[in-house]
Nanobody
């Protein structure tokens, strides 16, 4: 199983980035997918998730209206479009796969995650 995140970088406040996560080694279309982030010295936190069909999404409050999660099951890829970035968005971003029930709580407490990818670094300068 591999989850390869890419698209991170350095951007100024107000800028945009699009993260991608390419999956392999499992049946991507059967899994709910999500993004987490971890800032230096802090715990990893939930950012957003999308149902296996693409028909439902969750976002943490601080990114609502700025971030958009999407997926392409034909390409086994999940995306995170991040607009109006803020310095507090600076973190390593990780994608994750979850085969369990579609519940917000299991994303927030990370209990439903089956697979983790490696991170991609996002730095937002002020």
């Amino acid at each position: 199983v591999q989850l390869q995140a890419s698209g991170g970088g350095l951007v100024q406040t107000g800028g945009s980035l699009r993260l991608s996560c390419a999956a392999s080694g499992f049946t991507f279309s059967n899994y709910n997918m999500g993004w987490f982030r971890q800032a230096p010295g802090k715990e990893r936190e939930f950012v957003s998730a999308i149902l296996w069909t693409g028909g439902s999404t969750y976002y943490r409050d601080s990114v609502k209206g700025r971030f958009t999660i999407s997926r392409d099951n034909a390409r086994n890829t999940v995306y995170l479009q991040m607009n109006n970035l803020k310095p507090e968005d600076t973190a390593d971003y990780y994608c994750a796969a979850d085969s369990g029930p579609w519940l917000r709580s299991t994303w927030y407490d990370k209990s439903g995650v089956d697979y983790w990818g490696k991170g991609t670094q996002v730095t937002v300068s002020s």
